[in-house]
């Protein structure tokens, strides 16, 4: 329902500057409603993100590419070991 409208149905008798003064009032209750929502959605995202440890991921995922590389390099040790036992 629009405020022109809401304000109309609840005081018929009000003068316009009355429910122009209703109509800012209640956009103004709905924007601040809206802020305050918005306010808790962005602290509760922050807290989130603050608590990933981003460095700490960067180090565990670092450590495991080295240790994936040194495990594939002896692997290709050990395979072309098997190669030349074999021939």
Do not use: C, H, W, Y
């Not at 809401?6 to 809206?34: C, E, H, M, W, Y």
């Not at 991921?57 to 080295?66: K, N, P, T, W």
């Amino acid at each position: 329902m629009k405020f022109r409208k809401l304000n109309s149905a609840i005081i018929p008798k009000a003068s316009a500057a009355v429910r122009a003064s209703r109509g800012t009032a209640l956009q103004l209750f709905d924007l601040r409603r809206r802020k305050d929502e918005a306010d808790r959605r962005v602290e509760a995202a922050q807290d989130r993100l603050e608590a990933v440890d981003v460095f700490g991921l960067r180090r565990e995922l670092e450590e495991a590419l080295r240790e994936q590389a040194e495990v594939e390099a002896k692997l290709t040790e050990l395979q072309g070991g098997n190669v030349l036992m074999a021939g």
